[in-house]
């Protein structure tokens, strides 16, 4: 009788991490997605994202919307708190979310249909909001979950399985998110977890909106020739921009020292990225050299990843709604609702 | 790295590290599978094929399995593989119809076989099914060889030695003669044999040559002294006994010493007891049984009164952390009424001539081939402890497998160096989508413990088998917790896409794609470095995509075959090896019976 269940069985020298906890702690339920989706693979980089950053997994908050890719936040970290929203409204359930709990790590994972169709609006303004929590859209090009319809992540001129090449002209998450002022804008390829690794770990701990664009195939309606998101046609055109390390605060004093044209970029009150590499003259904390820069990579038909931007001058929603320090759920009634005398009184402010 | 060739059977057989560890190179998991579908019978036959004793073996071998078994690796514990083998062994139905009947010497050629212990009983197993006409000449008048004269019945029933070897003496064209020891081997060679196989053990045991030692007749060489047990001649002992010694013949002296009435029994050892020779489950039971073992104790002499062996004085060491020097303490003197001496065995051949072509060489041992066990004289052969002197049943019978192979290829004029070589075939298990056609899910189970006879009964009779062997319940368990080993991971480079899907999924971290280099250093950059080194890296063709290589670290797959089930592509797939193994007359199969 087979079985699809994980062996309990460990390799006996798995290392544990701060909290004593082993990356198989961070593991969630079985994933029922096609074999070989490079959603999968994204699966295993959080886990071992979160796994490396020592995250408790009860301070983490899962959310998505509906999608293969919104399916996954079952498959990691079955300890944390999640939501499965309606299609394209995660953004909406994560600000909610956010706003009554502020010190949980929210997480949201979505696809291209997801966030860039039905759900643009919900992005476009979660990202104005610089809402404090990382985005992981798990771009595969169509909707993959309904079939693998092209979904507006898809090039002009990329095949379908059956029938005629696309012809209007697909949404880029990353320059849409940059010309919305978002604070932290990244690419990276599902196949790539050395790359993706340090770039999670970075998402999470920047005090703001992340984004971060993850090319992930879809074995089974766009992984065929002709495919511009292919695991072959992804690893013939995509290439590292930037390569960047992510320190963690704990571990900063032992990493200040950084070797030559190294670019540290302190976070508020997260830890550094480290470039260690970025292309001539580019400058990851420049709005307009960096859309410049995507600009020229789309016409020459080459797909950059990495840490491609972010605002050193990040303010998150709290900050920017002045918000008090301790969670709002956490306020007692009396200060969190203080009753129609005082409501009179704010009014008065503003006649 | 050069891509690992798969196509020599060495390696795959290496996975299955139990059948690797196993000298006879009996089908472990296979079996085991058997017995987990009740198929008992079959799972004997399996085990016969190979160890030709499984009854025997299944309470007494030395088990070189367990040790090498992959499960130990992963809790601590192996799969508790040679009592699962007794299971088979009890629970099977009559095979007598199944186990060939021999051919009469239908070939012409006449084998002499001196002795009948497991190395001369498996050479006539082997060969008069092939029509050879087997004379075995044995001096006691019962056949086993050691398994019958030093295995004390407690831990070996007379009942399944008769049974095991009479299956081969049993066959048409064995004829046994007991009461017949050979005294001449220059006589025998004059009988005209077509070829000859000395299977006569390492008959003598070592004596301490110390003060006192000739003056009672309360000192007895352990060998000698448990025959004369299974024989009948001794019925008793002392109360107070000492056994000088610590390996496993002297764990048999001190615990039939408790049944023939010896009540304050201490083994004396000279080293620390990470050094003893005796397995830990031996000195375990022995301990069981209320049997003192104290360490660091040195014979210095026997102390003798008035004739009467009263005790013995020992110095008492202090070792340095090796145990290869030592200071003396002080020494004692031990009261005792006995002593039995358990301090190892020689070969002795004083009935072979020199000077007739049988050379012989270092500590007067016979000039032995250690692959064809053939002496200097071509048409004699030599195997299990005569060969190259004391091991254990399971290395006397692949001895004898051997041996049988140079005596056929003698008789019927083939070089006795041209070994049939090994096989292997590979069976994909995968019969549908996630569908595969054996249990692939890791129990937890921990390794089930023998239930022993209570301490009252079992010292009632010297023939009370103290292991109960496993209930139906902990067989049930223990042979989930094989984890399969020779379902194979089977890997296709050119189908591989390089999704990383069966990295991810892998419980235990044991596959990487990374790019070539030494192997030395690859090991040491995989997704949980290999440090393993006895195990192999699985190393493929560089890939399509990127050509990097797909690395396999063999050390503790649990072949739950997730790396196959979420392939796209097929690249993995879950394929059943079974070796192969040459037997004497042409290629046996250690034969699967089942695909479950
Ligand atoms: C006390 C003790 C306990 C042991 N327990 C275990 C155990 O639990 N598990 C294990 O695997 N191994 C055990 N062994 C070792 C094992 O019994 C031997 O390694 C094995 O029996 C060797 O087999 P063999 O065929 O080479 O010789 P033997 O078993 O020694 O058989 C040799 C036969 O040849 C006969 N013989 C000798 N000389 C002549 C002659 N000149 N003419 C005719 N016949 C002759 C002998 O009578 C005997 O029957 C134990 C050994 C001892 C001493
Ligand atoms: C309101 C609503 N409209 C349409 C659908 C149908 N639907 C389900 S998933 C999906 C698209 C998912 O695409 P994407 O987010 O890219 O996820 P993928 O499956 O490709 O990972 C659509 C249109 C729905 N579930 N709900
Ligand atoms: S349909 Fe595509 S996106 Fe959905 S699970 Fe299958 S491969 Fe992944
Ligand atoms: S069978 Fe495959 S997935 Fe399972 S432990 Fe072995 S390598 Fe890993
Ligand atoms: S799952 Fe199959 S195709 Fe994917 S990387 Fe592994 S072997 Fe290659
Ligand atoms: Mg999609």
């Not at chain 1, 079985?30 to 999968?40: F, K, N, R």
């Not at chain 2, 809790?75 to 009592?83: L, N």
């Not at chain 2, 660091?296 to 952390?321: C, Q, S, Y």
């Not at chain 2, 041209?418 to 921990?446: A, C, I, T």
Request: charged letters at 25%; aromatic letters at 8%.
């Amino acid at each position: 009788m087979p079985s699809i269940v994980k062996p309990v069985a460990k390799h006996p020298s798995l290392p544990a991490n701060k909290l004593g906890l082993t990356v198989r702690d961070y593991e969630g339920s079985m994933s029922t997605l096609c074999a070989g989706c490079g959603h999968d693979s994204i699966t295993a980089a959080i886990t071992r994202a979160f796994w490396e950053l020592s995250v408790e997994p009860h301070m983490i908050a899962k959310l998505s919307g509906i999608g293969c890719s919104s399916k996954t936040p079952t498959y990691f970290v079955s300890g944390a708190h999640g939501f499965n929203s309606a299609h394209g409204r995660m953004p909406a359930i994560a600000s909610g979310a956010n706003a009554a709990n502020r010190n949980l790590v929210y997480i949201g994972v979505s696809g291209d249909g997801d966030s860039l169709s039905i759900g643009l609006g919900q992005l476009s303004h979660a990202i104005r909001r610089n809402l404090n929590m990382l985005y992981v859209i798990e771009n595969n090009g169509v909707y993959g979950l309904t079939k693998g319809q092209f979904s507006a992540s898809a090039d002009v001129g990329s095949k379908p399985k059956k029938g005629d090449p696309n012809q209007m002209s697909p949404i880029d998450p990353v320059t849409l998110a940059m010309s919305l002022g978002v604070t932290f804008a990244a690419r990276a390829f599902s196949g790539d977890k050395e790359q993706l690794v340090p770039l999670l770990k970075a998402g999470l701990s920047h005090p703001g909106f992340a984004l971060i664009d993850v090319i992930s195939p879809c074995v089974t309606f766009n992984d065929h020739e002709g495919s511009t998101k292919s695991y072959l046609y992804s690893r013939q055109r995509l290439f590292h921009a930037t390569e960047v390390d992510f320190v963690p605060e704990e571990d900063e004093i032992v990493a200040t020292i950084t070797p030559a044209g190294e670019t540290p970029v302190r976070m508020h009150d997260g830890g550094t990225v480290r470039f260690t590499s970025t292309p001539e003259g580019y400058d990851p904390q420049s709005r307009e050299k960096v859309y410049t820069y995507l600009q020229e990579c789309q016409q020459r038909g080459v797909v950059p990843t990495g840490l491609l931007f972010r605002d050193p001058e990040t303010r998150d929603m709290h900050v920017m709604n002045n918000s008090p320090e301790e969670s709002l759920f956490n306020l007692p009634y009396e200060k969190l609702c203080p009753g129609s005398d005082a409501l009179e009184k704010l009014q008065r402010n503003y006649r | 790295m050069k891509p690992t060739d798969i196509g020599n059977p060495d390696y795959f057989h290496k996975v299955v590290d139990c059948q690797w560890g196993c000298p006879a190179h009996t089908n472990v998991p296979e079996y085991i599978r058997l017995i987990a579908l009740g198929r008992y019978t079959e799972a004997y036959l399996l085990n016969r094929q190979s160890n030709v004793f499984p009854g025997i073996l299944g309470r007494t071998c030395d088990r070189p399995c367990e040790p090498a078994c992959r499960r130990g690796r992963l809790d601590g514990k192996p799969v508790a593989i040679c009592r699962l083998k007794r299971v088979a062994a009890d629970l099977r139905d009559d095979v007598s119809d199944q186990i060939p009947k021999g051919a009469g010497g239908t070939n012409g050629k006449r084998i002499a076989l001196i002795g009948a212990g497991p190395a001369s009983l498996t050479v006539a197993n082997d060969l008069a099914p092939l029509g050879y006409h087997i004379t075995i000449f044995e001096k006691q008048n019962k056949p086993g060889g050691l398994m019958r004269t030093n295995i004390p019945s407690f831990r070996l029933p007379e009942s399944v030695l008769a049974d095991e070897t009479g299956m081969i003496l049993g066959m048409d064209g064995v004829d046994i003669f007991y009461n017949s020891p050979i005294r001449s081997m220059k006589e025998l060679l004059g009988l005209g044999f077509d070829a000859i196989f000395v299977g006569t053990g390492a008959p003598r045991g070592k004596d301490l040559e110390i003060p006192g030692r000739h003056e009672t007749d309360r000192i007895h060489i352990g060998i000698d002294w448990l025959e004369s047990i299974a024989f009948g001649h001794v019925e008793s002992i002392g109360e107070r006994v000492l056994i000088i010694g610590v390996g496993n013949t002297a764990m048999d002296c001190c615990r039939s010493s408790r049944r023939l009435g010896g009540k304050d029994i201490k083994v004396m050892a000279r080293r620390p007891r990470q050094f003893f020779k005796a397995s830990p489950w031996e000195l375990e039971d022995a301990e069981e049984e209320g049997i003192e073992i104290l360490i660091n104790h040195a014979p210095k002499r026997f102390v003798i009164e008035n004739g009467k062996l009263t005790g013995m004085e020992f110095e008492r060491l202090e070792w340095d952390a090796k145990a290869e020097r030592s200071k003396v303490l002080d020494s004692i003197i031990i009261p005792c009424d006995d002593v039995i001496l358990a301090i190892g065995q020689d070969n002795a051949f004083p009935w072979i001539e020199r000077g007739i072509g049988i050379e012989f060489g270092k500590w007067d041992m016979p000039k032995v081939d250690e692959k064809t066990f053939q002496s200097t004289l071509p048409h004699v052969f030599f195997g299990g402890d005569a060969a190259f002197g004391p091991k254990n049943i399971i290395w006397a019978v692949e001895h004898g497998h051997q041996a049988a192979i140079s005596i056929h290829n003698h008789c019927q004029g083939i070089p006795v160096a041209d070994r049939p070589p090994q096989g292997q075939n590979l069976v994909s298990l995968k019969m549908g989508l996630s569908e595969w056609s054996y249990h692939n899910d890791f129990n937890p189970s921990q390794r089930q413990k023998m239930v022993h006879v209570d301490l009252e009964e079992r010292f009632k009779r010297m023939n009370v088998e103290v292991e109960l062997g496993f209930s139906a319940e902990q067989t049930a368990r223990e042979v989930q917790r094989c984890l399969n080993c020779d379902v194979q991971t089977v890997f296709t480079a050119k189908k591989c896409i390089e999704c990383d899907a069966c990295i991810d999924i892998c419980p235990v971290q044991c596959l990487t794609i990374g790019r070539d280099g030494e192997e030395a250093e690859v090991r040491g950059r995989l997704s949980a470095p290999a440090t393993n080194t006895d195990q192999a890296l699985y190393a493929s063709e560089p890939l399509p995509h990127t050509k990097r290589l797909m690395l396999k670290d063999e050390d503790v797959c649990v072949h739950c075959g997730l790396c196959a089930e979420r392939c796209p592509t097929s690249a993995w797939d879950m394929q059943k090896f079974e070796l192969l193994t040459p037997l004497a007359g042409g290629e046996a199969c250690t034969t699967s019976y089942s695909h479950a």
